[in-house]
């Protein structure tokens, strides 16, 4: 069983940064995607930035220019460096961890941090 623990959320201005990290624990499979997805009021739920354990890279269009997605392998750590808020941005934001596993992949998420842009 994986568990993931998010931190770095908050509130700031816009124009603004903030970092967020989600930690995983437990036995991970070999073959993963971990990332953040964010979700509004009202909205669904969004891909943000993914990474996978060979370090490929996907940002969501609300992302790309902004945000940066790294990963530390040895901490089983991923980091969402976040530039330029705006206040659009206003989110519960959600680490994910999809092991792909074969016949079936395996979806973890975490509790959930909120992100406020708010002068």
């Known amino acids: 069983q994986v568990q993931l623990v998010e931190s770095g959320g908050g509130l700031v201005e816009p124009g603004g940064s903030l970092s967020l990290s989600c930690a995983a624990s437990?036995?991970?499979?070999?073959?993963?995607?971990m990332g953040w997805y964010r979700q509004a009021p009202g909205k669904q739920r969004e891909l943000v930035a993914s990474?996978?354990?060979?370090?490929?890279?996907k940002y969501g269009d609300s992302a790309k220019g902004r945000f940066t997605i790294t990963r530390d392998i040895a901490k089983d750590t991923v980091y969402l460096q976040m530039n330029s808020l705006e206040p659009e941005d206003t989110a519960v934001y959600y680490c994910?961890?999809?092991?792909?596993?074969?016949?079936?992949?395996?979806?973890?998420w975490g509790q959930g941090t909120q992100v406020t842009v708010s002068s």
């Open positions: 990474i996978t354990s060979r370090d490929s890279i």
């Open positions: 437990g036995s991970i499979f070999r073959i993963y995607v």
């Open positions: 994910n961890l999809v092991e792909l596993r074969i016949p079936a992949r395996i979806d973890y």
